[in-house]
Nanobody
Framework: VQLQASGGGLVQAGGSLRLSCAAS????????MGWFRQAPGKEREFVAA????????YYADSVKGRFTISRDNAKNTVYLQMNSLNPEDTAVYYC??????????????????WGQGTLVTVSS
């Protein structure tokens, strides 16, 4: 699976952005999808994940209620709608694909394919 993330940019605190991740190369609906982020000097961390069917969704506590993950299997695309952004959300955001499992995972190791990352900068 090849993944191409887009939609990052500079936004003021309180603003919104929508990230997209387009997949190609394999059957998209066979994969659970996740978003992770890595801030400068910090480890990569889980943000959100969605199962192949969209029937199961997880969020990190830090983004719950502000971010929404969704997918369109017909378009081979997963989205991350980010609202009420704050400077702590500044990071490179990565989309990732993992062959579907019985339980959706928050773990980096569960995802086999990664996009190149898109930078989100939130100014105060």
């Amino acid at each position: 699976v090849q993944l191409q993330a887009s939609g990052g940019g500079l936004v003021q605190a309180g603003g919104s952005l929508r990230l997209s991740c387009a997949a190609s190369g394999r059957i998209f609906s066979n994969y659970d999808m996740g978003w992770f982020r890595q801030a400068p000097g910090k480890e990569r961390e889980f943000v959100a994940a969605i199962a192949w069917s969209g029937g199961s969704i997880y969020y990190a506590d830090s983004v719950k209620g502000r971010f929404t993950i969704s997918r369109d299997n017909a378009k081979n695309t997963v989205y991350l709608q980010m609202n009420s952004l704050n400077p702590e959300d500044t990071a490179v955001y990565y989309c990732a694909a993992g062959f579907t499992r019985s339980l959706l995972s928050r773990s980096i190791s569960a995802y086999d394919y990664w996009g190149q990352g898109t930078l989100v900068t939130v100014s105060s």
